[in-house]
């Protein structure tokens, strides 16, 4: 699986397209972070997409990044963890999302 990032708000030269791919939970956590850096009052948007090694996607959705590079105190898994439950995937779809390296 994969992880790629689209800032949707923010510094101009920060938003608009889509990441590398990022191969770890880790990894694209630390460009939140970094983006974070620039975030204002508030949040900004980023939209994310987690693909299967085919390209397909397997999960999108949106992260509120707040000045902390995370969203109301949650990292971008635990944000997906929270999330997978309420789009209706399975427990065994859930884990297979959440299994990228750490």
Same mark, same amino acid.
């Given at each position: 699986?994969? @992880? /790629?990032?689209?800032?949707?708000?923010?510094?101009?030269?920060?938003?608009?397209?889509? /990441?590398? #791919?990022?191969?770890?939970?880790?990894?694209?956590? @630390?460009?939140?972070?970094?983006?974070?850096?620039?975030?204002?009052?508030?949040?900004?948007?980023?939209?994310?997409? @987690?693909?299967?090694?085919?390209?397909?996607?397997?999960?999108?959705?949106?992260?509120?990044?707040?000045?902390?590079?995370?969203?109301?105190?949650?990292?971008?898994?635990?944000?997906?963890?929270?999330?997978?439950?309420?789009?209706?995937? /399975? #427990?065994?779809?859930?884990?297979? @999302?959440?299994?990228?390296?750490?």
């Amino acid at each position: 699986m994969k @992880i /790629t990032l689209k800032r949707v708000e923010g510094p101009n030269r920060e938003c608009g397209r889509w /990441t590398e #791919p990022y191969y770890s939970w880790h990894d694209a956590q @630390i460009m939140l972070y970094a983006w974070g850096r620039s975030v204002g009052d508030g949040y900004d948007k980023v939209e994310f997409r @987690i693909c299967a090694e085919g390209g397909e996607s397997v999960y999108s959705g949106r992260f509120d990044l707040e000045k902390s590079g995370l969203e109301n105190g949650a990292t971008l898994r635990e944000h997906v963890a929270r999330m997978l439950p309420l789009v209706g995937a /399975t #427990p065994a779809e859930g884990a297979a @999302i959440l299994e990228l390296a750490e």
